[in-house]
């Protein structure tokens, strides 16, 4: 089983849709959570972190879910510019492994005029 | 600000060749990290260093690869002998140091290994 896990999509979506993805992770001592954009043929970076609380930044919002270990990423009134691929990224902070992020496969979205 | 850089962008090689891959991570930053991205195999890890120290090599594929960081502002990434299976975009990221969840990613260095 693959440490974090995504449906790889595509998900094509109009313009102004709400959209969510999932992603699963196997080890319970994963300490930290976010999601990464990645552009074609450019490289990935942050988009948010991910807090047990559930975080919010304009239309992007995030949730964790420890005990099933579950991971979501709602984007609301998508937009064109919305269109790329996500990364779902694991950091095992506190352990041998501290310091290492995994990476999921990533979710491609193509948001459509 | 410079982000992480990396030379060169594109390198077209034949098999058997050696290849160097340069990074120069942001100023500052204590943790360098080196990643492979294919289509079949997504990005995967390669090797990290924190104050110039390697931590974990275990991503590194085979002995063909080989990581080296003299410097706080320099690491290479060797590949030799360069094989096909070898063509991915390899990725250079810093972050401050192990213990701060941002890494920055460099813009990557395409390889073609024919």
């Known amino acids: 089983r693959k440490e974090v896990e995504q449906d790889p999509g595509p998900f094509n979506v109009p313009e102004g849709a709400t959209v969510a993805f999932n992603c699963t992770y196997s080890?319970?001592?994963?300490?930290?959570f976010f999601w990464y954009r990645q552009d074609c043929r450019k490289e990935p970076k942050l988009l948010m972190s991910v807090y047990s609380s559930g975080n919010e930044d304009g239309r992007f919002t995030a949730q964790l879910n420890r005990a099933s270990q579950y991971i979501s990423l709602l984007i609301r009134d998508s937009k064109l510019s919305d269109s790329a691929t996500y990364l779902c990224?694991?950091?095992?902070?506190?352990?041998?492994?501290?310091?290492?992020?995994?990476f999921g496969q990533g979710t491609t979205l193509q948001v459509k005029p | 600000d410079a982000g992480v850089i990396q030379s060169p962008r594109h390198e077209v090689t034949e098999m058997g060749q050696e290849v160097t891959l340069r990074c120069k991570p942001i100023?500052?930053?204590?943790?360098l990290f080196w990643y492979r991205q294919t289509m079949m195999r997504g990005l995967e890890l390669l090797i990290y260093?924190?104050?110039?120290?390697?931590?974990?090599d275990s991503g590194m594929p085979e002995d063909r690869f080989s990581a080296k960081m003299p410097n706080a502002s320099f690491s290479t990434l060797k590949i030799q002998p360069s094989e096909p299976r070898d063509s991915a975009v390899y990725f250079c990221a810093s972050s401050l140091d192990l213990n701060t969840d941002t890494q920055y990613f460099g813009p990557g260095t395409r390889l073609t290994v024919l």
């Open positions: 100023s500052g930053h204590n943790s």
């Open positions: 080890n319970s001592a994963s300490q930290s």
């Open positions: 260093f924190n104050n110039n120290v390697p931590i974990d």
């Open positions: 990224v694991v950091n095992m902070l506190g352990s041998s492994n501290t310091g290492k992020l995994i």
